[in-house]
């Protein structure tokens, strides 16, 4: 019987998710990084099923440059979700590429610090990715505002598993130097498989919210309040004006930095200002508007509730139904039963419920 190893059936499982991830977006939304990411997951998981199922020890050179490359490739799938400019214009872009010539340089000439050389890659890239998730969600400005939230959780899975990455080389460098590795093809087979799986399906989430790029608590949730400034005020009331006046929740792929071009304002000025005012992040205090005018919509016509998402500026059912109970305390379709019983338009309701 021919024997097929866990990480081959995981790499097929994520080629499903990059089949999706595509079919998903238009050619111009998508994001290259995230799709290199997946990509690369899948590689690195048939490679693995080959050096521990079969126990070939030629895939190992190209085990080692694979995972410098998803090391960079996470960083740089990220931090493109920070603004909108293409990959060809980012500073110090071809830098990232100095990780993977070391590793096969060092393949070549000098195969004994390979190892540490992976851990630094590791750490250095992990780093990097909690210092950008302990920004909050706001800092990824290019991401859309109806799954930003989404883009954020998995930031934080895959700085805390790049991160991770590293500290898990350390254990098995230590195994091999006092068991001469006995437990390190368990620890690998088990946590790269899940690893890539799970990372597969986070870069997956992420790499569809970024337009062209029960528990919401973030990082600016639990920082200690800052008081707002007059011109935090000012700015927040502004912006106020702006949603009503031209209904820019409506665009279901506004997103902050869109957002703060329409107030000529920094990005950061405007995300620090709803944070300080409104006591929220930026796509909350969106999605908010949203989901009072589905509210406005489920009460005074009858249309259905998948038109009034998209109407509302939602792209997905997911995101829709969690805002909505995340505001209301209830399913859009129990909102709009009780608005029904209520007899009051929607306006009415929300105004009763603030």
């Known amino acids: 019987m021919l024997f097929v190893p866990l990480p081959f059936v995981v790499a097929v499982l994520l080629v499903v998710l990059l089949v999706q991830m595509i079919r998903r977006s238009d050619s111009n ?4 990084f995230f799709l290199a990411l997946v990509s690369v997951y899948a590689l690195q998981s048939v ?5 521990w199922g079969y126990d070939v020890l030629e895939v190992l050179p190209v085990q080692a440059v694979l995972a410098v490359v998803i090391a960079t490739l996470a960083w740089l799938s990220f931090d493109g979700l920070r603004s909108e ?3 060809a214009q980012r500073p110090w872009l071809l830098l990232h590429l100095l990780p993977t010539l070391v590793v096969i340089g060092l393949i070549a000439f000098w195969p004994a610090p ?44 895959t700085a805390f598993a790049v991160a991770s990455s590293a500290v898990i080389d350390i254990v098995i460098s230590w195994d091999f130097a006092q068991s001469d590795g006995s437990h390190s093809a368990r620890i690998i087979a088990i946590g ?12 997956t989430i992420a790499g569809a919210s970024r ?6 608590t973030t990082v600016e949730d639990t920082a200690p309040p800052v008081l707002p400034t007059a011109e935090d005020a000012d700015i927040a009331a502004a912006l ?13 792929d506004l997103n902050l930095n869109r957002l703060a071009r329409k107030m000529s304002l920094p990005a950061r000025q ?6 300080r005012v409104k006591a929220m992040s930026v796509s909350h205090y969106v999605n908010d508007y949203r989901v009072r005018e589905a509210c406005r919509l489920l009460a005074d016509t009858d249309r259905a509730v998948t038109g009034i998402m998209f109407d509302a500026g939602f792209q997905t059912k997911s995101n829709f139904n969690r805002e909505f109970l995340r505001v209301t305390g209830m399913s859009p379709k129990a909102w709009r039963a009780r608005a029904l019983a209520a007899g009051k338009s929607g306006a009415a309701i929300i105004r009763l419920a603030g």
């Open 29 to 32: 939304d998508r994001n290259p």
């Open 114 to 157: 390979i190892s540490l050389v992976i851990i630094l890659v590791f750490a250095g890239y992990g780093i990097a990715l909690c210092r950008l998730a302990f920004a909050g969600p706001d800092a990824l400005g290019s991401s859309r505002l109806d799954g930003v939230i989404s883009s954020y959780r998995a930031l934080q899975l």
């Open 270 to 275: 405007v995300s620090m200002a709803v944070n």
């Open 47 to 51: 490679v693995i099923g080959v050096r």
């Open 192 to 203: 790269n498989v899940l690893a890539l799986l799970v990372l597969g399906s986070a870069a």
């Open 85 to 87: 400019r293409p990959p």
């Open 240 to 252: 106020d004006r702006l949603m009503q006046a031209r209904e820019l929740y409506r665009d279901a």
């Open 211 to 216: 337009p062209e790029e029960r528990d919401e």
